[in-house]
């Protein structure tokens, strides 16, 4: 009895041998994967001022081009400094003409017509001077009239200088140095009109890139910050995927490199999936807390993990960021 017990139990213990043994067997023979996944290029597009949203103009999955509107921003403090820009460069442009162009016709006609009256009083001054002069030489009239008649006509004489630098200055214009700076002021005032165009311009918010709208993140009637993305774009045409492999495995993804591989996600009718060819263009080494591993339990060295890059050779129609991609 004994003995018949004895023989069952070694034969399942053979049996269990077996079992373990193939298990391992299928284990070593097993092929092995590397799990990556397909990513894109994803443009996050934010205003440059701030404002309420007043118009959305697409939605998730629209294709755009660049230049394509997508929202439209209401913003008071925009228009309020366009108004303020806008009347300073009048006023600007004003003096500058004033300067460059001079005194009116009629100030210059003024201007002449004083220094014509002040040239004749000076002339006047000057004959009774001379009158006044030769009586006092005979002995007619004392000195003192004579010195009065000469303070006269020096005055008079004074005067008409001065008319005829005021008309000379009427004619000829505003000085270089005032001309400059009223053009430098204008240009400065062109400066800030320019620059609030440009702000008025970015409350049409458009696309700098071309791709698929991924996310439209703004809300109809909510306050948008400025540089807060409110929509993101992807590229489908610019993919790669991207796979982390331990450094022991790392001689398979060497830089420049080529492998198949495959995405569960586009698998044929029949069940099987289409191979594509990437090429590899990027390797990293990932962060120190996430990449060391031992390659074999309590011998060995501990292997870093790096993270891997590569394009693929040809377009892959259907391939979307985030699909699985198996490399055997």
């Known amino acids: 009895m004994n003995t018949k017990k004895l023989m069952l139990t070694m034969a399942g213990l ?16 097993a092929p092995e994967y590397f799990q990556g996944q397909m990513e894109a290029t994803e443009t996050d597009i934010a205003p440059k001022v701030t404002g309420r949203i007043g118009e959305i103009l697409v939605k998730e999955g629209d294709q755009i081009q660049p230049g394509t509107l997508l929202l439209r921003i209401d913003s008071p403090e925009v228009r309020a400094k366009a108004a303020q820009a806008g009347a300073a460069g009048d006023a600007a442009q004003a003096v500058a003409d004033k300067a460059q162009n001079g005194a009116r016709r009629e100030e210059i006609q003024m201007a002449r017509m004083n220094w014509q009256r002040a040239q004749t009083a000076a002339d006047l001054a000057d004959v009774s001077f001379k009158r ?12 003192q009239k004579r010195d009065e008649a000469q303070a006269n006509a020096t005055a ?30 204008l240009r400065q005032t062109k400066g800030v009109i320019a620059e609030v165009e440009a702000a008025r311009a970015e409350t049409e918010l458009k696309s ?18 400025q540089g807060v993305a409110v929509v993101s774009v992807v590229n489908l045409n610019e993919q790669w995927v991207v796979l982390n492999v331990r450094e022991d495995k790392l ?42 591993r031992a390659t074999r339990a309590g011998q060995g060295f501990d292997a870093r993990t790096f993270e891997v890059r590569a394009r693929p050779q040809a377009p892959i129609a259907g391939a979307r960021p985030g699909m699985t991609v198996l490399v055997q």
Do not use: H, I
Request: proline share 5%; aromatic share 10%.
């Open 132 to 143: 006044v002069d030769g009586l006092a030489s005979e002995g007619l009239l004392a000195a």
């Open 14 to 29: 053979a049996l269990a041998g077996l079992v373990g043994y193939g298990f391992w067997r299928a284990a070593q023979s």
């Open 156 to 185: 008079a004489r004074d005067a008409a200088l001065a008319a005829r630098a005021q008309y000379d200055m009427a004619r000829t214009g505003a000085r270089p140095e005032d001309k400059a700076a009223a053009n430098a002021q």
């Open 208 to 225: 700098p890139v071309a791709g698929e709208v991924a996310k439209v993140l703004a809300k109809l009637g909510e306050l948008s910050p």
């Open 251 to 292: 001689q398979r993804f060497a830089m420049g490199s080529e492998f198949d591989a495959t995405l569960p996600a586009l698998g044929r009718p029949s069940g099987d999936s289409q191979r594509y060819r990437f090429k590899v263009y990027y390797l990293g080494v990932l962060p120190d807390f996430a990449t060391w």
